[in-house]
């Protein structure tokens, strides 16, 4: 089992940066994808930046250039890094994480960026 605590949300103006961190614990080892996907009212849950184990970031086109997803090296903390923020970056944010073909994630932290 793998548990992920998010953290970092919050309201911030147009042209701010937030982190948000993701927490990973129980079984670790194994773990072959992190990332960050949001969900924005009314919208559909969309992948924003993944890191797989050994391999390099991809980012979505709309946050390429702005947002950036890093980790640190024993796997237990994921972050995304999101600057120059926008008001269509509001949503809620997840923490997912793929170990042994098992999806886990997060419950989710709210971002809110005014104009």
């Known amino acids: 089992q793998v548990q992920l605590v998010e953290s970092g949300g919050g309201l911030v103006q147009a042209g701010g940066s937030l982190r948000l961190s993701c927490k990973v614990s129980g079984s670790i080892l194994g773990i072959n994808v992190m990332s960050w996907y949001r969900q924005a009212p009314g919208k559909q849950r969309e992948a924003v930046a993944v890191?797989?184990?050994?391999?390099?970031?991809n980012y979505a086109g709309s946050v390429k250039g702005r947002f950036a997803i890093f980790r640190d090296n024993a796997k237990t903390t994921v972050y995304l890094q999101m600057n120059s923020l926008k008001p269509e970056d509001s949503a809620v944010y997840y923490c997912l994480v793929v170990r042994e073909f098992r999806d886990y994630w997060g419950q989710g932290t709210q971002v809110t960026v005014s104009s």
């Open positions: 890191i797989p184990s050994g391999g390099m970031p």
